[in-house]
């Protein structure tokens, strides 16, 4: 089906930048909404920041003006520009994308919500 293939996490220090990358492939139609989701030990999972494929970007206010959320739709990739880290910024990332593929021989385009693995981002004080 569709599978979500996240990169660029690791350490940094804080007042540092990192972007992480998420590649969409398989058996894709079109990637709709696609956005980037955290979770912290002993936290819930949070919604980072999501954009449509028109371009409308949507951010937890937490980050709001230190990241900025792009994406590539030639490339089924989506971005996210991690800048002035701070120690609570740690944690696992996670890719989500809402998709429509392609399943079988039919004309039904199925859609569905994806996850990557997780790219871990970890800042240091």
């Known amino acids: 089906q569709v599978q979500l293939v996240e990169s660029g996490g690791g350490l940094v220090q804080a007042g540092g930048s990192l972007r992480l990358s998420c590649a969409a492939s398989?058996?894709?139609?079109?990637?709709?909404?696609i956005g980037w989701y955290r979770q912290a030990p002993g936290k819930e999972r949070e919604l980072v920041a999501s954009?449509?494929?028109?371009?409308?970007?949507n951010y937890a206010d937490s980050v709001k003006g230190r990241f900025t959320i792009s994406r590539d739709n030639a490339k089924n990739t989506v971005y996210l520009q991690m800048n002035s880290l701070k120690p609570e910024d740690t944690a696992v990332y996670y890719c989500?994308?809402?998709?429509?593929?392609?399943?079988?021989?039919?004309?039904?385009?199925?859609?569905?919500?994806?996850w990557g693995q997780g790219t871990q981002v970890t800042v240091s004080s």
């Open positions: 398989g058996s894709i139609f079109r990637v709709n909404a």
């Open positions: 954009i449509t494929r028109s371009g409308s970007s």
């Open positions: 989500n994308a809402d998709c429509t593929y392609y399943r079988g021989s039919g004309s039904f385009l199925p859609r569905g919500d994806f």
